[in-house]
């Protein structure tokens, strides 16, 4: 079994093999985190273009297969 620190390091590693950087990361707060139905997952909050807050988008871990890609919290 993987531990949930593997886990994010392999779905940070797989966010930076598609082009998107650690700056990026951290600007955008985009991380890792436990979902209700996705359980550990890749976090994307969605801001405005005002740059306030709107809601989260949750993409399942890349590792798994199967069922929802994607969830948002609207």
């Given at each position: ?6 886990n ?25 985190g ?22 989260n988008?949750y ?16």
């Amino acid at each position: 079994m993987v531990s949930m620190q593997e886990n994010k390091k392999y779905m940070i590693r797989w966010l930076i093999e598609r082009g998107i950087t650690e700056t990026t990361l951290a600007e955008f707060n985009i991380h890792i985190g436990v979902h209700p139905i996705l359980h550990e997952c890749i976090f994307i909050p969605v801001f405005d273009e005002n740059g306030n807050f709107l809601f989260n988008k949750y993409r399942r871990n890349p590792i798994e297969s199967g069922g929802v890609k994607y969830l948002y919290d609207k």
